[in-house]
């Protein structure tokens, strides 16, 4: 069941039936592209993880599904980086290269925008790109991101440093964006 819909993808909870799915997706170098951090996880690792109960906003993990066919396109997720500070990372993927480049990214994080401005008590959400990651940089300025800066060699990936490109959007500014969009 979808915790929130859009035009063409919905975002809903991780289930036990999608595990094989996304645990051949996670672990597969076409899906994981050339600029996420490869981290091969067992399938023992990934149950162990989804039946172990989180404390609020440890870890979410959201599955991004194309409306008229109900297909896994891939997943959002967030996380607390800072309780104190009320700050949230979040993340996003998308599996397939043929599904990449036509706007359900953009549009599965407006989605979590949305939830969490809404329902989370939220002041500040981030996320990190490498610096050649034209694409993700692209989603993330569409939906209202300001590029902060540059941190030096934050990324490992295959025996080699990489910088990436942090990006923040605070409440405010996403209220003053949202508030000025036309409703349909």
Not at 64 to 76: A, H, P, Q, T, Y
Not at 131 to 159: D, H, T
Request: proline share 2%; with cysteine.
């Amino acid at each position: 069941m979808a915790l929130i819909s859009g035009n063409t993808v919905s975002l809903r909870p991780l289930e036990y039936k999608d595990l094989e799915y996304i645990y051949r997706m996670i672990n597969s170098l076409d899906s994981i592209g050339e600029y996420d951090v490869i981290q091969l996880t067992s399938w023992g690792e990934l149950e162990k993880w989804f039946k172990t109960p989180v404390s609020s906003d440890d870890f979410v993990m959201l599955i991004i599904e194309k409306n008229d066919d109900k297909r896994i396109l891939g997943f959002v997720a967030y996380y607390t980086a800072h309780p104190i500070l009320k700050l949230l990372e979040i993340g996003f993927q998308i599996f397939s290269k043929e599904d990449r480049g036509k706007g359900y990214a953009s549009e599965a994080v407006s989605l979590l925008l949305k939830f969490l401005f809404a329902s989370k008590n939220v002041e500040r959400i981030q996320a990190t790109t490498h610096v050649e990651n034209v694409g993700s940089q692209k989603v993330l300025e569409k939906n209202g991101f300001i590029r902060e800066g540059e941190l030096r060699c934050s990324l490992y990936r295959n025996g080699k440093y990489y910088n990436t490109y942090i990006y923040s959007i605070l409440r405010r500014d996403w209220e003053k964006q949202f508030q000025n969009t036309p409703k349909k």
